[in-house]
């Protein structure tokens, strides 16, 4: 096991798939906003609170987000 | 050597097989080692993509490489955009040199089929290309099998996720790619180049480097009403000329501005532009790009705003409907524009940029700015350069 630090999770928005469902930014609010459309924006360079955009990636109804590690 | 060159091409005839073989010879094998030497020759001359991109093209063919022998070229000659008909040119006059570049680029990557991918209204190409391969199998030259596929006409028909996408019989729209240099995923490559970069690596390996000629192919539109273009003309220039060098050969003396690099590339006064070079790398050290090739000149005596917005509104009915920020930032900004409403459009395209899923949000909103760019630029010329606050 390769142990991940903070600072190499990335997130990435599949915007294509996304419609603006929002869960995203109630689940992770410390890292994701809504735009005025209602569609996601990263708030942050880096990634504040991992465990909350983690549970903002498998709870989206669109699989429109992911988190990544430098190793993908 | 100028016989060599596209823009002779450009006003000639088109060059049937018999015509194509008298002028540039049989077309060498390039399996194994003398592929490998065309593909130095290629990244020796810096051949970069030119459909817009300009991405080395000797390093794009790197992951194809290393994914190993089969998958498919794609021929994309979906120029999508009004300010783009070189392709449209090469095609219909060039033929053979594009085939000669597809089979040079299938040898090198060890592909299985070519697939000459067209917007459903480009008639006139569609037959030269056709009559192209039937004159070749008419002489016995070998091609790999060879189809004609159709897109849908639109400025994103040729977008390279697009293209695969529809390659696949799935709809012809941008999809969502974690790793550019592979969009073809976990399947056999599928290798999208641009028309005239494929007649490139065609011609290259008929001239080698030394002999090849370092041009760029330009579509010269000397008018826009309404983000409608007209008197459009293709040109060729060589890559240490300038963009005044263009206009003083094509007789443009008239202009107050130009739109560089297409309905996605940035504004410029007339007068300043024409100090910039066409060489690529030297107008991407300026952060600028020629785009698919494209400049744009507005006459003397018209306004920039009122072209930039039709030209933002135009793109916006090009969006795929994708995704929101493009869906519903794109008609904000060009609304926004219409009432010159010039710190508006600047926020909408902080909050909308590099959300899109693929580049038209982001080509479009580079266009914005550089247009509230040069207008402030302006005023601030105007005002002998002081502040009024």
Redesign the interface.
């Known amino acids: 096991m390769v142990e991940c630090h903070m600072d190499e999770l990335t997130v990435?928005?599949?915007?294509?798939?996304?419609?603006?469902v929002g869960l995203c930014a109630h689940l992770a609010p410390e890292d994701i906003g809504l735009?005025?459309?209602?569609?996601p924006?990263l708030l942050n360079g880096k990634i504040h609170s991992p465990d909350q955009v983690r549970r903002a990636a498998s709870s989206c109804p669109r699989r429109a987000l992911?988190v990544?590690t430098s190793s993908? | 050597m100028f016989v060599s060159h596209l823009g002779q091409a450009v006003h000639a005839q088109r060059f049937d097989y018999a015509a194509h073989i008298d002028h540039w010879g049989s077309r060498p094998m390039r399996r194994g080692r003398a592929g490998t030497e065309l593909h130095r020759e290629v990244a020796e001359v810096g051949l970069t993509g030119c459909g817009g991109s300009h991405f080395p093209i000797a390093k794009k063919w790197g992951p194809v490489l290393a994914a190993g022998p089969g998958g498919t070229v794609v021929i994309n000659g979906a120029e999508g955009e009004p300010g783009s008909v070189k392709d449209a040119v090469v095609m219909q006059t060039q033929p053979h040199l594009v085939l000669d570049g597809a089979m040079n680029v299938a040898e090198i990557i060890g592909a299985r089929d070519i697939i000459i991918w067209l917007e459903e209204s480009a008639h006139a190409s569609a037959d030269s290309m056709g009559k192209a391969i039937a004159e070749r199998q008419h002489s016995g030259d070998p091609l790999l099998p060879i189809t004609m596929m159709w897109a849908p006409s639109g400025y994103l028909s040729g977008e390279s996720t697009a293209v695969i996408a529809g390659v696949r019989g799935e709809p012809v729209a941008?999809?969502?790619t974690?790793d550019r240099a592979r969009p073809w995923g976990h399947d056999l490559p599928i290798l999208v180049h641009n028309v005239e970069t494929l007649a490139r690596v065609g011609m290259l390996g008929h001239t080698g480097a030394g002999e090849y000629p370092r041009t760029v192919l330009i579509t010269l539109s000397l008018s826009i009403e309404e983000g409608v273009l007209t008197d459009r003309r293709v040109v060729e220039a060589g890559v240490s000329d300038t963009i005044g060098d263009v206009f003083d050969r094509h007789g443009v003396d008239a202009a107050s501005w130009i739109l560089l690099g297409g309905f996605a590339g940035t504004w410029h006064q007339a007068d300043q532009a024409r100090l910039l070079p066409l060489a690529p790398d030297l107008l991407r050290n300026n952060g600028l790009s020629l785009g698919a090739g494209i400049v744009i000149v507005v006459p003397r005596g018209r306004e920039l705003l009122p072209q930039a917005a039709a030209i933002a509104h135009i793109m916006a009915g090009e969006s795929a409907g994708?995704?929101?920020?493009?869906v519903?930032?794109l008609p904000a900004v060009a609304k926004a524009l219409d009432r010159g409403r010039l710190g508006d459009v600047m926020d909408l395209s902080m909050?909308?940029k590099g959300?899109?899923?693929c580049g038209l949000p982001d080509g479009v909103l580079r266009m914005v700015e550089s247009a509230v760019d040069v207008l402030q630029e302006k005023v601030g010329a105007d005002d002998g350069g002081v502040s009024h606050g």
């Open positions: 990435d928005i599949n915007m294509i798939a996304c419609s603006g735009d005025a459309w209602g569609f924006i992911s990544l993908d | 941008p999809t969502h974690l994708q995704c929101g920020p493009c519903f930032g909050m909308i959300r899109g899923g």
